[in-house]
């Protein structure tokens, strides 16, 4: 199973600060690991709120506002798109995240597979163009 792993450090303007040599060293030594196990399939950090945008559409609106976000109460600072055999092995992984990354939370969601789906509502040619669309965007990905 896959899952998306969003961590939200517990002081949110520390997403500004670059961090020490030290914990980039280390932080690259457990992402080493992970990707050796067969864990990770991508990972990165976020720029500061300051940095982005949000996009809201309501009806036929669209609202486009540039960070930082007044009533932003939590902070993104990073993802990861792992790979786990349940929900219990993601949660060992995000601790072990955590005790690399600092104090924070790693929220955890399962990723939706096509095998999720009835073939009423995700038929067999639409699970096998979503095959195509993967691998075209992994070797775009790759390209760049």
């Known amino acids: 199973m896959r899952f998306m792993m969003m961590y939200r450090p517990d002081r949110p303007a520390t997403a500004a600060c670059q961090p020490s040599p030290e914990h980039m060293a280390e932080m690259g030594r457990f992402i080493d690991q992970m990707i050796k196990e067969g ?6 950090g976020l720029h500061p709120m300051a940095a982005g945008a949000r996009v809201r ?6 609202t486009v506002t540039d960070g930082p976000y007044i009533e932003a109460k939590e902070v993104i600072g990073g993802f ?14 995000a601790k072990r995240f955590l005790a690399v990354a ?3 939370e790693t929220e955890i969601r399962p ?4 095998t999720d789906f009835s073939p009423e509502v995700l038929p067999p040619e639409e699970v096998a163009r979503d095959r195509v669309r993967r691998d075209e965007m992994q070797k775009r990905a790759a390209a760049h």
Do not use: C, N, W, Y
């Not at 864990?39 to 990165?44: N, Q």
């Open 111 to 114: 990723v939706f597979e096509p």
């Open 39 to 44: 864990h990770l399939l991508a990972t990165e």
């Open 57 to 62: 559409r309501s009806g036929a609106t669209m």
């Open 102 to 104: 600092g104090d924070g």
């Open 80 to 93: 990861a798109m792992i790979q786990a055999k349940s929900k219990d092995e993601a949660i060992a992984l």
